[in-house]
Each structure stands twice: as C-alpha cells, then as structure tokens.
C-alpha cells in the first residue's frame, strides 16, 4: 500500500513539474484556442531547452508569438530541434518577426532558427526571420528558418546571409512543404546551395528567392537540388543564371518565372515583407497573382528554354 501511494505521489509530482514547466511560458495551455504565448527571448529558450533535451516535442501543442523578438546581441542561437530531437507541434507567429538571428556552429548539421521540424501536422507559419550581421553558419542542412522542414512552412520569410557546406538555402536546407515564403538571402555553399531551399524533395509553391547564391555543384536561384519534387508559381532572382540546379523531377521548371531583376510589385513584397505574402491569392479569371491590394503581379511563365533536365549518375 505505502508502495503505491509512493509511486502514486511521484507521478503526481513529475505532473506537476512538467505543467510547471509549460506553464513558465507567457502563458497559454497549448490548445488551438489557448496556445503557449512567446513574448520574449527567455520563452523561446525554454522552448528550445525543452526540445533539445527532448522533455516536449510539442507534438500537437500549439505556440503563438505576441510580438516581435530581438535575440541579445552576441546569442550563438542554439536551433530548436537537431540530428537527434525534432520540434513537432504548431508555431505561429502571428505576423511577427525574430531580429537578429546569429548562429555561428560550422561543424553542426541541421542549422537554422528550427533544427528540425518534424511529425504529422507540424507547422511553422506567419513568421520573419531576420538575420544578425554574423549570418547563419552551419555544416549540412542550413537554412536561416529550419535546417530541416520535414512538416508545412507557410507565409514565412528570412532576410540576411547563411552559409554552410551542402543542403543550403535562404530559407530551408531540406524540405518536403512551403508555400507563400520568401528569402532574401546571400547564400553560400559548396554543393546542392539554394536561394530558397537546398535540397527539395516534395513542393514549393507561391515562393520566391533574391540575393546572390554561390556554390560549386548544384547551385541555383531557388533550389539546389530537386529530387522528386515540384516548384509551382515561383521566382528567383540572383546572380545564378539557372532557378533550379539540379533536378531528377520530370515536373521542374515549367512553372517557374526566369528573371534577373525582380518585378517592382516583387520588390516591394521584400520590403514590406509578411503582411503582404500573407495576402497573395492567385486571381484565376485575371490569371494573375492579387497581393491583396488590387496590385496584380504577370501571371507566372515557363524558364527560358525550359526543356527535361538530363539525369545524371552521381547524384548522391
């Protein structure tokens, strides 16, 4: 009897620190009508600390950002998930934006704002990254938002430098969904380096990439490397003369405008960032894009001399 009134009271306990814990954020409970709130750097910590150390992996909870974040000045932000915990819930940042990201970890995969979401229904949406002079710094699967996008990343965007060795992109590393996100990035890389993704392997859509992208093999305006995936309405505008740099999908570039200077409707999105992309909607009977302020953007085209990309053998 004393045995189990013991273990009983051991779980109890353990209940209790653990809702303690969650309850240290802002606020919130972590449903879809009462989520953990983020307000602050020390909330976002926790989060982190929580994932990594894999107390939460927030599968099915739900987070909202209150307002806008600047990480301390000097912060080597530790990612939100990496090679062995990932993030799986719903984090929404409610039209927010984090200022001065800085990661410098060279020798680390799965480098971003995000290690590595993942898990049935995760999803990061309505939030800006942008990034500290130092840039974002990683080894493979880098992105300024996620080094990994297993899950959904929509109405999203990233402003600054990030730079690692293979899987590289303004936005994402490695990705399976985005859609309506913009990265205005240089970035940097030695294989499969991207403007917006490194390396594709499901859809892009809605997206568009500026900013100068260098890499040695497998290098483009948008994407690095496409597998099996597919990019619809997407721009790209860099020094890189192809949008995509490598693709083993019948389906690439066919729906993706070729442009070295972004249209000047383009570049005020960049400007004026979330609020806008959060709006874009595709005018069918137009066949044009509606921004949301009756200002329609050309209907997306085909890449100059779109043709089938031969396959070669080396891929990876």
């Known amino acids: 009897m004393r045995k189990r009134c013991f273990f009983t009271f051991i779980i109890a306990l353990l209940t209790t620190i653990r809702a303690l814990a969650q309850s240290a954020f802002s606020g919130g409970a972590g449903t879809v009508d ?3 709130l983020i307000s602050n ?3 976002l910590e926790l989060l982190a600390n929580d994932v990594n150390s894999r107390a939460n992996n927030y599968s099915g909870k739900y987070l909202k950002l209150t307002q806008d974040v600047q990480l301390s000045d000097g912060t080597n932000w530790q990612p939100i998930g990496g090679d062995s915990c990932v993030f799986s819930g719903i984090f929404d940042g409610n039209g927010h934006k984090i200022t001065n ?5 060279p020798t680390t995969n799965n480098i971003g704002f995000f290690g590595i979401v993942s898990g049935k229904g995760t999803t990061i949406q309505n939030i800006g990254i942008e990034i500290a002079p130092g840039g974002v710094n990683g080894n493979q699967f880098v992105g300024g938002l996620a080094g990994s ?7 999203c965007y990233t402003k600054g430098d990030v730079e690692g060795d293979e899987m590289v992109g303004g936005l994402v590393g490695y990705n399976i969904f985005i859609r309506n996100c913009y990265a205005s990035s240089n970035v940097e890389g030695n294989k499969s380096v991207g403007g917006l993704v490194g390396i594709n392997f499901v859809y892009i859509n809605n997206c568009f990439a500026s900013g100068n992208v260098e890499g040695k093999d497998h ?5 690095g490397t496409s597998v099996i995936g597919t990019t619809n309405n997407c721009y790209y505008s860099s020094n890189n003369a192809k949008g995509i740099g490598f693709s083993r999908s019948d ?6 405008v070729d ?3 972004i249209p000047v409707s383009l570049a005020k999105m960049v400007t004026e960032g979330l609020s806008v992309m959060k709006n874009l909607t595709k005018d069918v009977g137009n066949d044009q894009w509606n921004n949301g302020n009756d200002n329609y953007l050309p209907a997306p085209k085909p890449f100059k001399n779109a043709s089938k990309i031969d396959i070669v053998n080396d891929f990876y």
Request: aromatic share 10%.
């Open 101 to 105: 990201l800085f990661i410098s970890r």
């Open 34 to 36: 009462n989520p953990f």
């Open 259 to 261: 442009t070295t200077v």
């Open 219 to 223: 290098v483009g305006g948008l994407v």
């Open 251 to 256: 389906f690439e570039e066919t729906n993706t």
């Open 149 to 155: 996008n297993l899950g959904t990343i929509s109405n």
């Open 41 to 43: 750097q020390a909330d």
